[in-house]
């Protein structure tokens, strides 16, 4: 027999004292019940519940609700899915999570599109301002521009020039030379020097190691 054919059977009006349940009487009772619905209270759990449905008529008429409750519960048919449906809901899953990430990254690429577009319109916009408003000083400063590039390119021309004349003139190419025999006579004479005094510090230095 089951906890609720046991409890229905019960006296409910034999230890009937008609005084109001405490709180801590309450509290366990809503905890019985529970149990007692799911068929899980144990020997000496079943027992207090049973004494809390004699002794308080208010715990007597919540426990019937209850139970009438419970029992509409399990009378009402169960839905069974169709076979394949579990395939088909995850199916649609995934293609509503596709379909949701292709509308967030067109919406986003919408965006960066009028973002750059505006950023465009508004550089052109700018720049035609400014040719409409400064186009005077702007003309000024190219011609400015143009005529320091000109002036370079001159002077750079002369400077070369004149290098390679100087270059190409025969008191430089007999200054050049000049140098050059220098040079190789100042470097003969270096290398014959140390030499010498390679020659010379061991007699130098020999009396004195004695």
Known sequence: ?????TFAEL??????TGEAP??????????????????MLDDGERVRFAG????YPSFAAT???WLAFDRQLVSVPRAVPESGFVERFNAALVQREARERRTVLMAMTAAVVVVAVMTAA?????????????GPWIGEQVRNLLYVSV?????????SGTLLAILNAPQTRAVV?????AAAVFIVWWIQLLRRSARLSPALTAPGME
């Open 22 to 39: 405490p709180a801590a009487a309450v509290e366990e009772f809503n905890w019985l019940m529970s149990l007692a619905l799911d068929e």
């Open 151 to 159: 002036m370079a390119n001159h002077w750079i021309e002369a400077l």
């Open 177 to 181: 030379v000049a140098y050059a025999v």
């Open 11 to 16: 006296d409910l009006h034999e230890m009937d």
């Open 1 to 5: 027999m089951s906890d609720e054919q």
């Open 52 to 55: 809390y449905l004699r002794e």
């Open 63 to 65: 426990w019937a609700e």
């Open 122 to 134: 508004g550089f052109f916009g700018a720049g035609a301002y400014v040719l409409s408003t400064q």
